[in-house]
């Protein structure tokens, strides 16, 4: 597990030469939009349950052969592990947000997560199509500039995205 700026130095590191000005001037960005990475952080973390619960009753809703007697989800702890592990990716999204570094979702939630839906007979895409749900509503929830710090946050509303799509791509 890495943040962004351990992998700086481990990148570095491995080419035995020091920071350049183009990593320095990108670490010292990522110092200076801060506080809007914190105002992102708590606003996913302060919404986590309303941003699952409305993901998946939209997912329900578009995928109900999943749901209803014969699908993957039909048993209602079939159905709340769909909710726990939709909970774990948004929770992992925001501590890749806070460290600016995918590799703690990667190594912790993200790894092997494909071949354990496959396994249990779960459809991956619709997993996808969960997690697309919780991007959207945790881009208008991120995005909203009442109550944040200043400024301009398309480069961070773009990392965040990447995240979520990032999940979904991982179990599509």
């Given at each position: ?16 030469s ?9 670490l010292?960005a990522?110092v200076s ?14 919404n ?5 619960a ?13 749901f ?8 209602h ?20 947000v806070?460290?600016g ?13 494909r071949?354990?839906y ?9 997993v ?7 991007k959207?509503?945790?881009?208008a929830i991120?995005?909203?500039p ?5 400024g301009d ?15 979904a791509?991982a179990?599509a």
């Open positions: 597990m890495l943040d962004a700026f351990s992998r700086v130095v481990e990148q570095a590191d491995r080419k035995g020091y920071l350049s000005g183009d990593e320095l001037n990108g010292q990522m939009d801060s506080n809007k990475r914190l105002d992102v952080v708590n606003r996913l973390t302060s986590a349950s309303t941003i699952v409305n993901a998946y009753r939209a997912l329900v809703a578009e995928r109900p052969e999943v209803n007697p014969g699908g993957a989800c039909f048993h702890r079939n159905q709340a592990a769909c909710i726990r592990d939709l909970g774990f990716i948004l929770r992992y999204v925001t501590y890749s806070l460290a570094d995918a590799s703690v979702m990667d190594d912790r939630c993200l790894n092997g997560l071949e354990t496959q396994a249990l007979g779960t459809p991956g895409d619709a996808a199509s969960g997690i697309k749900k919780m959207d509503a945790a881009i991120a995005n909203d009442k109550g944040i710090t200043r946050c398309s480069q961070l509303m773009s990392e965040v995205s990447g995240y979520f799509d990032r999940a791509g179990v």
